[in-house]
Nanobody, 125 residues
Framework: QVQLVESGGGSVQAGGSLRLSCAASGSTYINSCMGWFRQAPGKEREGVAHIYTRTGIAYYADSVKGRFTISLESAKNTLYLQMTSLKPDDTALYYC??????????????????WGEGTQVTISS
């Protein structure tokens, strides 16, 4: 049974950093697309960063390029999102998700079959 558990959220001031973790279990994650999404109050969920686990190629939303880094520790089946230079606009519930069928050629949330419960990130100005 696939299970994704996020952790590492919290409240920090603008300019600060956080590292989110997503512990994945219940399957083999090689050759899958894993990603981070976020949803702010009153807004649609959006993709933040994705990584194709076989090659390590990463993709980022324009809004986070240069500030966020996605990585995978394969031995621990753990996905990370290192977030720096945080802004109040980064405030959201952050979700980890996995798509077992693609190499991240399409990173639409509709392709992702499994999701974690989310971890809250709050950035104060």
């Amino acid at each position: 049974q696939v299970q994704l558990v996020e952790s590492g959220g919290g409240s920090v001031q603008a300019g600060g950093s956080l590292r989110l973790s997503c512990a994945a279990s219940g399957s083999t994650y090689i050759n899958s697309c894993m990603g981070w999404f976020r949803q702010a109050p009153g807004k649609e969920r959006e993709g933040v960063a994705h990584i194709y686990t076989r090659t390590g190629i990463a993709y980022y939303a324009d809004s986070v390029k240069g500030r966020f880094t996605i990585s995978l520790e394969s031995a621990k089946n753990t996905l990370y999102l290192q977030m720096t230079s945080l802004k109040p606009d980064d405030t959201a519930l952050y979700y980890c998700a996995v798509d077992f069928r693609s190499s991240c050629y399409s990173r639409s949330e509709t392709n992702f079959d499994y999701w974690g419960e989310g971890t809250q990130v709050t950035i104060s100005s």
